[in-house]
């Protein structure tokens, strides 16, 4: 098991690169916590830094939270608000301040342990950004616009905690990003705004920055998730059109017909509990 993982990150990897001292309360995004056990990822330095934790929970799932929470002096809660109730926050992200600047990590893992513990996840790790030097008014944007979108991500939060962090990023130099950020919000959007988040936005910037693909039309879709909720009625419905329009656009030239396009679906299971279902359209 080591010998294989030896190249991975461990959660201790993703905050630890700098001298203790230099590191100031974190924010972490997520849909599910052990508190109990996240603090103990900390260094034993950092376990009694303030740590902000975003989450959605609410009725019961929220009292548990709070609850999780309650023996830790330092920790305090955010619940993002949902607009739809239907809506989820399923963010998975850290925003690391330091002296030295603020670092953004966006990842797939529930701070739980058995998201870390032999599996497969992914990890993207930011450039550790400047603070904006005082009277050079440098907006700190980089070319994929991640730092405006960020922010954006953060007021459809609507949470008053994280007004103080879209403070410090405003003050954070960004421009070395080189990845567009595609955020997700629960809610209804037309017009302009439809295309701000999701498998929308997602299908802008392919049109806007992908290449068109030869013999496109062979080249299959493939989705891997945990769990999905409603997908249409049938699959004419939102599956095949909808969310496969929008996964075949690559480049403003792009006219393959997502008909002829396949879709895969493979819908991740535990071991435990018989393996690996899929499906196709």
């Known amino acids: 098991f080591f010998e ?50 975003v989450h959605g929970d609410k009725r019961e799932a929220k009292a548990h939270l709070h609850a999780q929470a309650k023996p830790y002096e330092n920790i305090a809660l955010c619940q993002a608000k949902l607009d739809i109730a ?61 730092k405006a979108d960020l922010i954006s991500y953060l007021m459809a939060c609507n949470a008053a905690p994280l007004k103080e962090w879209i403070d410090t990023i405003q003050e954070h130099d960004l421009s070395e990003t080189n990845v567009y950020l595609i ?38 879709i493939v989705g891997q998730f945990s769990s999905v909720g409603s997908m249409g009625a049938d699959e004419s419905k939102w599956l095949c059109s909808e969310f496969k329009e929008s996964l075949v656009t690559p480049g403003k030239e792009s006219r393959t017909p997502g008909s002829t396009v396949p879709l895969h679906l493979e819908l991740e299971q535990s071991p435990f509990r018989g393996g690996t279902a899929g499906s196709t359209c």
């Open 86 to 146: 239907f809506g989820t926050h399923h963010t998975k992200m850290m925003l690391l301040l330091y002296e030295e600047g603020l670092r953004v990590v966006i990842h797939t893992s529930n701070l739980i342990h058995a998201d870390w513990h032999q599996k497969t996840q992914g990890i993207w790790l930011s450039p550790l950004y400047p603070r904006i030097v005082h009277g050079t008014h440098r907006s700190g944007e980089s070319t994929t616009h991640f």
């Open 4 to 53: 294989f993982n030896n190249q991975t990150l461990l959660l201790i990897d993703c905050f630890s690169e700098l001298p203790v001292t230099s590191f100031l309360p974190p924010i972490q995004f997520n849909y599910c916590f052990d508190v109990d056990w996240l603090v103990k990822q900390y260094p034993p330095e950092f376990r009694k830094k303030p740590i902000l934790l």
């Open 183 to 220: 955020g997700s919000t629960p809610g209804r959007f037309q017009g302009n705004q439809k295309d701000n988040w999701g498998h929308f936005r997602l299908r802008k910037l392919l049109k806007e920055h992908a290449s068109s693909i030869p013999k496109a039309e062979s080249w299959p």
